[in-house]
């Protein structure tokens, strides 16, 4: 019996071993299989032995530990009784097509309504110490070595865009200046970090900047206390993400397939979501 059997029986385990229910992975497994079998299982020639993980189950489920633990793919090879350089290839092979069914629709996929109020913010992960360009990847907030990237989520918590990955050390509206164009249409809610959007943005809404040897006055709290309550959402995407200990623990990968693993990552955060 294969490890994907075992669990399966154990929904609860399941769940918490790789943060997707049964359901939902069957629903990803219905959407992957055409692709896989045409780009592998038709290429077959010599019958025999299965090798490697046996089928897209255990291919699936050897991913989502590694995403989800982020612990070596030795352990996780351990499990499947298999070495850890067929869990690196697996996961390489298998990662491309997953990015094609649990991916970021890009905005002009989606409605008007949709489209009406936009939550930006950017998150940062500590990275190993790079070998060359240290200075850019030093994030001086975070005191560490860092890689940077954008999130855009509707006011109902829809990813709707995740921007490329730059070094810690670039500021956050200088990342927005450089991603994707936001709908003149849409309204922006952004954090302290975006100070200048409303020169080219008109409907962007940013905290109040509290003067220079002053207070900000109790209309000017009472803003920034409620545009606080309706920028949470973002923080909340962030934290789901993290549930991912690829995304949440420092990021030993190459830099290279960092924004692979963040789409596909953001696309099981909106399918368990509901989008």
Known sequence: MDLY?????????FKKL???????FLIIIKKLK???????????????RPQGLMNIENYLVCLLLYYRTYTTQLFIGFFFRIDDSTVSRGISKLEPLLSKVCHIKKCRTLSEKEL???IVDAT????????????????????????????????????????K??????HDFKLRKQ??????????????????????????????KKPKNKELDDLSKRYNKILSKKRVYVEHKICEL??????????????????????????????????
């Open 242 to 275: 993290k549930r991912f200990n690829i995304l949440g623990q420092k990021y030993r990968n190459n830099k290279k397939k960092y924004g692979i693993k963040m789409n596909i990552i953001s696309g099981f955060v909106n399918m368990k979501n509901g989008f």
């Open 34 to 48: 055409p692709l896989w079998n045409k780009k592998y299982e038709k290429k077959k020639k010599v019958l025999g």
């Open 179 to 208: 991603t994707d164009h936001i709908p003149i249409s849409s309204r922006v809610l952004a954090d302290s970090g975006y100070q200048g959007l409303q020169h080219i943005h008109k409907k962007a809404k940013i905290p109040i």
């Open 18 to 24: 790789t943060d997707l229910t049964n359901l939902e």
């Open 124 to 163: 940062e992960q500590e990275i190993n110490r790079p070998k060359k360009g240290q200075k850019k990847y030093y994030s001086g907030k975070k005191k560490r070595y860092t890689i940077k990237t954008e999130l855009q989520i509707t006011g109902k918590g829809r990813i709707v865009n995740i921007s």
């Open 116 to 118: 009406e109020t936009l």
């Open 165 to 170: 990955s730059v070094p810690g050390s670039m």
């Open 5 to 13: 059997t075992k669990l399966a029986k154990k929904p609860s385990i």
